[in-house]
């Protein structure tokens, strides 16, 4: 089965970091771009970052360029975020998710379940 | 960066309707167009891709159409299990996504 399960999402102060990670099974991330997106609460989704399949084109939203560090281990099967100079603004469900192609972004067929990520004092 | 305006905010429809959906990107994205489907608690699930493919085993009554700036998603005919939030998604240049569409 394929699956996409995220971890290390917590509870920070402002101005803190975190790391996050999505273990990929049932296929080999070396084949597709991946991506996070994300959901703050009662809210729609936002784009934060994606990388093709080799790591060579990297993308991020405008709101966490300079701040996120997207990143992957095809050996691991495994796709990280870190997360620094977290503001309140970034609390959200934060989502892992496989593209259907490699290179070029395409769209996005399997996504985890979210691990939450909450910005407070 | 290209944005994406999605309309209505909120459409109230009726089992058996059919419905439209709209979206309008900022500048030409050619086809690079997704659309997802979400329900209360759950992750996104992809819809359509390129505009206008079908991902397998999403239902026919699911259609998409449209080509540089303006694109719509289409139910030809509204079951129960179609009430939730719809959003689309340009891969252009990077990725962003519509503000999303309640259908209640």
């Known amino acids: 089965e394929v699956q996409l399960v995220e971890s290390g999402g917590d509870l920070v102060q402002p101005g803190g970091s975190l790391r996050l990670s999505c273990a990929a099974s049932?296929?080999?991330?070396?084949?597709?771009?991946m991506h996070w997106v994300r959901q703050p609460p009662g809210k729609g989704l936002e784009w934060v970052s994606g990388i093709s399949w080799n790591g060579g084109d990297i993308g991020y939203a405008d709101s966490v360029k300079g701040r996120f560090t997207i990143s992957r281990d095809n050996a691991k099967n495994s796709l990280y975020l870190q997360m620094n100079s977290l503001r309140t603004d970034d609390t959200a469900l934060y989502y892992c998710a496989k593209d259907i192609n490699g290179a070029q972004y395409y769209a996005l067929d399997v996504w985890g379940q979210g691990t939450t990520v909450t910005v407070s004092s | 960066d290209i944005q994406m305006t999605q309309s209505p905010s909120t459409l109230s429809a009726s089992v058996g309707d059919r419905v439209t959906i709209t979206c309008r990107a900022s500048q030409s994205i050619g086809d690079w167009l997704a659309w997802y489907q979400q329900k209360p608690g759950k992750a996104p699930r992809l819809l359509i891709y390129k505009a206008s493919s079908l991902k397998r085993g999403v239902p026919s009554r699911f259609s998409g159409s449209g080509s540089g700036t303006e694109f719509t998603l289409t139910i030809s005919s509204l079951q129960p299990d179609d009430f939730a939030s719809y959003y689309c998604?340009?891969?252009?240049?990077?990725?962003?996504f519509g503000q999303g569409t309640k259908l209640e």
């Open positions: 049932g296929f080999s991330l070396y084949d597709h771009a």
């Open positions: 998604q340009q891969c252009k240049s990077y990725s962003t």
